[in-house]
């Protein structure tokens, strides 16, 4: 194996990490805005349904 | 005083009834998507010649590289709006410019009114991009095809389509990232020409140099370089320049990407 070699193969591994980071990332970016979704679709009419006379619907809140 | 009112919003309205300012807030947003996408000056005065005719009103337009400015007039000359509108880069999408002259048309046939061009309007502004998976597939698939115009051969044809997928790739990403597109031309050009060298470096195919030579023409700007000609022979001087100049410098950015690649594999084709 020759330095030319060498070098072109370093050449197209760093090219290639770059593609794996980059799906990486685009893999997390995508999670973190399912979470956001999830954050969204709290049901908050449930939320502030308890009365505020009976504590016992409180912990209603915990499931939210 | 209530008289004088009624007729002076009376003057601002055409025979059909559509007001002089609203005629030209629609055709100056038309205008700056239509030229967004990638049409030539001579299209975008046409279209909205056609759109302004049918509509009663008088409209000029000046167009500079990055904004574009209408004047529009009632019948009588007496009102008239102007409006600059920035022009809208979507990149270069044809879905776009078509639907776009394909509402001109239907306006000036009658068969869409107003209201409803300003909906279809909407429609076509929200237009997505093309798939990039199919776009990137058949841009590398017409890169290999390239280098078979040129006389590759079969090896040398995969080595392109290898960089065309890899760079074009790149390409993507970066612009996604709204990483500079100059540096991304370079960057494209110089990891498409390393991958190219393919057939250089391990003695591959027949024809290494078509390989080599090939691998970055998917990134030649040639639709802007069209363009330019087109707005050069319409004697848009300005819009000309400014479009054969947005395309040296991308030439420019993949060929010093290019020479990059060539130093880099040692390969002495000079």
């Known amino acids: 194996m020759n330095n030319q070699m060498i070098v072109w193969l370093l050449t197209v591994g760093v090219l290639f990490l770059a593609f794996i980071y980059a799906a990486i990332e685009k893999w997390h970016s995508t999670k973190r805005n399912q979470e956001f979704i999830d954050l969204n679709q709290i049901d908050y009419e449930r939320m502030y349904e308890y009365d505020y006379e009976d504590f016992d619907n409180y912990e209603g809140l915990d499931d939210c | ?270």
């Open chain 2, 1 to 270: 005083m209530t008289m004088k009112i009624s007729t002076t919003m009376k003057d601002l309205t055409t025979a059909d009834e559509i007001p002089v300012k609203e005629a030209c807030l629609f055709l100056s947003e038309y205008a700056a998507l239509l030229l967004g996408c990638a049409a030539t000056c001579i299209r975008t005065e046409k279209n909205v010649k056609r759109i302004a005719d049918t509509w009663g009103v008088t409209s000029e337009m000046i167009i500079l590289p990055a904004h574009v400015q209408i004047q529009v007039w009632d019948n009588e000359r007496r009102h008239s709006f102007r409006n600059i509108e920035h022009i809208r880069h979507t990149g270069i999408h044809f879905d776009i410019n078509t639907q776009l002259s394909k509402l001109s048309w239907n306006i000036a046939d009658g068969k869409t009114n107003f209201e409803e061009a300003q909906a279809i309007f909407k429609k076509i502004s929200k237009t997505p991009p093309a798939n990039p998976q199919t776009v990137l597939l058949l841009a590398s698939l017409a890169n290999a095809s390239f280098c078979r115009l040129f006389g590759g051969d079969f090896i040398s044809m995969l080595i392109v389509f290898a960089a065309t997928l890899a760079g074009f790739r790149l390409k993507q990403i970066m612009l996604e990232k709204k990483a500079d597109v100059r540096l991304t031309f370079f960057c494209c050009s110089f990891f498409s020409s390393v991958i190219g060298a393919a057939g250089y470096v391990f003695g591959w195919g027949n024809t290494p140099e078509l390989a080599f030579g090939t691998s970055v023409l998917y990134l030649i700007p040639g639709i802007p370089y069209i363009n330019s000609v087109s707005d050069l022979l319409d004697g848009h001087y300005v819009s000309s320049f400014a479009r054969f100049m947005n395309a040296a410098v991308l030439t420019f950015c993949l060929s010093t990407g290019f020479c990059g690649g060539l130093l880099l594999m040692s390969l002495k084709w000079f």
